[in-house]
Nanobody, 114 residues
Framework: QVQLVESGGGLVQPGGSLRLSCTVS???????????MNWYRQAPGKQRELVAS???????NYVDSVKDRFTISRLNVERSLYLQMNNLKSEDTAVYYC?????WGQGTQVIVSS
């Protein structure tokens, strides 16, 4: 059974940074490495949106609102996914979810507030 566990969320002031992590279990790393991985977020009262994705060769894609501020990366041998978030803004406040194929993590809360 594939499971995803996110960590790294918290409360941060505007302009601050956080690094989210997602660890995938229940899959061999060679299989993990062949699939795209995604970070989504859902703010209160809004639909879940795709924030960043990274394909099997490590090519990233970002939603325009986070370009030049967020960096997605992966470490296949550890079946891990990361999201480095810099220069955080209040509009980044949301629950962030890791996604692998049809499987979702439980989410980690990010609150950007002074």
């Amino acid at each position: 059974q594939v499971q995803l566990v996110e960590s790294g969320g918290g409360l941060v002031q505007p302009g601050g940074s956080l690094r989210l992590s997602c660890t995938v279990s229940g899959v061999m790393w060679r299989t993990f490495a062949t699939y795209e991985m995604n970070w989504y977020r859902q703010a209160p009262g809004k639909q879940r949106e795709l924030v960043a994705s990274i394909d099997k060769i490590g090519s990233p894609n970002y939603v325009d609102s986070v370009k030049d501020r967020f960096t997605i990366s992966r470490l296949n041998v550890e079946r891990s996914l990361y999201l480095q978030m810099n220069n955080l803004k209040s509009e980044d406040t949301a629950v962030y979810y890791c996604n692998y194929r049809e499987v979702w993590g439980q989410g980690t809360q990010v609150i950007v507030s002074s």
